[in-house]
DNA sequence: ATAATTTAGGAAACCGGTTCCCTTACTGTA
DNA sequence: TACAGTAAGGGAACCGGTTTCCTAAATTAT
């Protein structure tokens, strides 16, 4: 409070008369002493506030009791909800989160993780955009990288059943009563290429035709572009135009469901539009298979937190269930008054 | 990348024929040395793929080149723009983002600092639900705060203009046609009593009866929670139920939009509902007051460098305007199939 | 009463940087 | 030729912890 400095081990341990390794080993609880020195030690400990430096003994220790958690974009709630999921088992274990936002550049991702592992115990890698060989050269002994939403060999990872997801998403729009669903399909990594072979052989299966269009950009106006190019080439009137889309994320279900309206084409009347997202309020009005972005986050914690700690895993890989969130409410539109 | 230690400075100084205290002033440009060294230095930090540790570097600086940052909920929207424009600006000056989500536990928020301000040389507080007193007893020159959305006297601040925010709002659904918009209040802090005074002037101007409703939560519960506990007072029907609902965010709004569909109560139609929320993209269908979290979080990330140079800045408290945000679609309902 | 063992706690090295101060050699000037 | 002045780089203390090893005292066993 009032002091001028920090205290440090040497203040406590002259306040309590005792020697620094002394105050150590009672503060750590390293070696056990008499209970007079405790009790004097943690008298003193109180007394000054002390708190001892993360820095020195990470320097000490060698581990900092930090992990390193890079995202491919803050503004999507999946990401949200991995950094939910992952400050809340850091902290539970006591351990510090440190938080890079790539912004879906490979570049600046690949400095931020070179910065955050010499901070950090270990990573964990949400939406990386970094080739598989890069990301498997990064994970080694001494900074043991997890991957979020994203398989590959040699390197530990936790993933939802998109698959199965996007298999449940396009039975459920075709019972619905779409004859034409189309699978508007994100960039070329696992995430998406499970989810178009789920959406494929559902259609297969079902014996509808399939039609996979890929999004200019996965933002609202990539899923606006998409529309409009899409309707460019097959009016929304003609009956090849798609009756339900699929979209490769709620972000961009937003920017079709606008473009749908300026169409004057209505959600889900006229073109049922479902996505995949995470569990989150603002997103309860859409119909979406719920990726459990929370439980991704703390489980891909738990697992990295285990290798930190020798305990090797049964399991590299780690599959999370989804499920089916109906819409509570759909889109209409009203004319924009300015 | 094959050697199984990571390397120091010691390797580098012995890699190029130096002593320690030259590897450091080269790297560190703190002193000019001949060119000849320089570079057998620069090709021994490359060849060894040498990197500074940071722990050991704070430890001996003082300072970590690492701010923290604080906040009430990761899943709400406008703290993660929040911690959008921060990350940004921090690793624009090279510092390391530490991120803790509080959960909205004032107990648990307060643990978090500590911890955090042990790890950094400063914090940004966003969301803070710590009593003033508190606030302003954290606040030093060994670990300064800046607040993001709460004015108080010694602390540096940046917010938004809450209650001309709401003014706006106010002025908008009246005009809009609403004749008895009411406000859903928040939590007791700042940014609500802001806005709740801007909201009661601008009723008072226009000559109509304010009415301000506290919300149980604020979530989507709580939004819910409120509307049906409003239409048990005042039917739907009745001439006295609020014709506009200006909702304390857009959370709220969403639970405030599901509770209408299920009074049958159309939104814009029956009831306008606005709110105050951040720029996201999931929220363009809502029509709000657009808080600039984004950049909230960078100028007040800004802030907080600045006092960490010893550059005290001219204003202690900056404002940031908002700008009113039409929803290019409004939500209807249908029913839920199951 | 003495030897053996346990207990309590201190001394010092170490982690990997930074920085102050000092030495040495080289340059230019009187 | 002697001297001051400067440039280049090394030595060593220091940051604040942890940990290994050791000593002295206290306890137990014989």
Redesign the interface.
Known sequence: ?SST??ATISDVARAAGVSRSTVSKVMNGTQKLSDATENRIWAAVRQLGY??????R??STGR?R?IGLVILD??N?HF??I??GA??VA?EHGY??????A?EDPAQEEE?I???Q??TDGLLLAGSRLPDDKLR?LHGP?TPIVTVGRVLSEVPSVVATEAQAARELTRLVVQ?GAQRPAYLAGPSFWVNSQRTQGYLSTMMELGLTPAVISLPGV??QGGAVAVHSLASHTPPQSPEFPDALICYN??VA??V??AL?QLNLKA?DDVQVVAFGPE??????ITHAEIPSQQLGAEGTNLLLQTLNGELPPLLHLEFPTALA?G???????S???
């Open positions: 409070m400095r920090k708190q001892a430096s993360p820095h020195a990470s320097l900092s930090a803050i503004l709630p949200t909800g950094v939910k400050g809340r902290r510090a989160l440190l938080l890079a936002d912004e931020l070179r910065t955050l010499a901070h050269a001494l619905s933002d609202l709620d972000i937003t920017g469901i606008g309206g889900p989150n309020p603002l997103l309860s009005h109906l509570t409410t759909s889109l209409s539109y009203i924009r008054t300015s």
